[in-house]
């Protein structure tokens, strides 16, 4: 890649080949639709971790995490019912997430690198409650790994990579009763066949320009707002840089421009009354026509 910051702004995401979901997604980030009864109500699994954060770090793994939250956020501003199901810190994780889903007509589970043992266990659970509802996983291990996780999962689907438009793609086609035939069609999926033989479907190209993205509905976790004081944000997406060594759920660079940007803290910081943010960019000191440039607006934000 050279070293050229790409400036996407009034390009079209993914050559425009998503234009019918781009739309949706932005015009229900303006307007969302009320909650339809007969829409499938789908359980959103966020999995416990292992992990133990440096001293002062508490909030950042305690905090909504953004994938979810974006997931959750696309799914209820589209009409489906949407329950996060958190099972962090809780004394029986598995216990909670398992009467958690009950109900729930689909289940989609988070996956980061620490959770395995939780994910393996909750798919066995999810499958045991219900055989023929779908488990979908989504997030940076399985984007990673995914045939190792669904070899060793009783998932059905796996989400590769930026998740808002495959999900929304999987849930309009799950609503419908045809899932089965049409999944093979949808780009960005692992999917277990019939037979249990894994097949990739056609990669999922990356959103370029963030801006069509709603803000994370944080209310959607349940928590009380003055939890949300310290919150994770982005300006973007992916990295300017590739390096050999370096994984990343999103690859490519994708940015907000500063007008997005400073919407979506003030949105935060009124609903939520947010005072700390915690920018999760990669590389967020890139250029000073990067992320950077909400330095600019930090002014009129606080
Ligand atoms: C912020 C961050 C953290 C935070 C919050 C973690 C979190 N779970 O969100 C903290 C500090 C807690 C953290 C800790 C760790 N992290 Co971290 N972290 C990140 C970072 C910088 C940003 C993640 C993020 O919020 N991105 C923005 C959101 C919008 O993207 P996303 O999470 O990928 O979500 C999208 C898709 O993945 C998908 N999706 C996500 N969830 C779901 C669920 C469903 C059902 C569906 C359908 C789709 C879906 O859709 C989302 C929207 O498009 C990434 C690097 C990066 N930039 O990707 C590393 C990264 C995810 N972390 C990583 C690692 C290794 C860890 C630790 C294991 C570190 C350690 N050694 O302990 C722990 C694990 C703790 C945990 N359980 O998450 C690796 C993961 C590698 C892998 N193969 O899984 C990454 C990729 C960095 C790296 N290259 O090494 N991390
Ligand atoms: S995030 Fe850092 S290590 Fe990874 S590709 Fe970008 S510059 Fe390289």
Excluded at 122 to 131: F, G
Excluded at 255 to 281: I, N, P, Y
């Amino acid at each position: 890649m050279s070293g050229e910051i790409t400036d996407f702004s009034g390009a079209p995401n993914c050559g425009g080949e998503y234009r019918r979901w781009e739309d949706l997604i932005s015009s229900t980030a303006r307007i969302p639709l009320p909650p339809d009864n007969y829409k499938p109500l789908v359980a959103l699994v966020v999995p416990p971790s292992p992990f133990t954060v440096p001293r002062g770090w508490g909030y950042y793994l305690e905090r909504p995490f953004e994938g979810i939250s974006y997931i959750a956020t696309v799914l209820a501003n589209a009409g489906y019912r949407v329950k996060i199901v958190d099972a962090r810190f809780k004394p029986a994780p598995l216990a909670y997430a398992a009467a958690g889903i009950r109900g729930a007509d689909l289940v989609g589970v988070g996956t980061f690198e620490d959770g395995f043992p939780f994910i393996e266990g909750l798919c066995a659970l999810a499958k045991d409650q219900d055989p023929l509802r779908p488990v979908i996983l989504g997030g940076s291990l399985v984007t990673s790994v995914p045939e190792l996780l669904l070899r060793n999962t009783r998932a059905d689907i796996a989400v590769l990579g930026e998740g808002e438009i495959t999900i929304l793609e999987l849930l309009d086609a799950f609503s419908r009763g045809t899932l089965a035939a049409e999944a093979a069609s949808i780009p960005g999926l692992l999917l277990r066949g019939p037979g249990g033989a894994l097949t990739f479907t056609a990669s999922r190209k990356q959103l370029s320009n963030l801006d069509i993205l709603p803000v994370p509905d944080l209310r959607m976790w349940g928590r009380k707002s003055h939890f949300l004081r310290q919150v994770l944000v982005s300006s973007g997406r992916g990295c300017h840089k590739n390096c050999s060594f370096c994984y990343r759920t999103t690859p490519k660079l994708g940015l907000k421009s500063v007008a997005g940007l400073r919407g979506e803290l003030l949105l935060l910081k009124e609903r939520h009354q947010a005072e700390f943010f915690q920018f999760t960019d990669l590389t967020f000191t890139f250029s000073k026509k990067g992320p950077w440039r909400c330095v600019k607006c930090s002014g009129s934000c606080a």
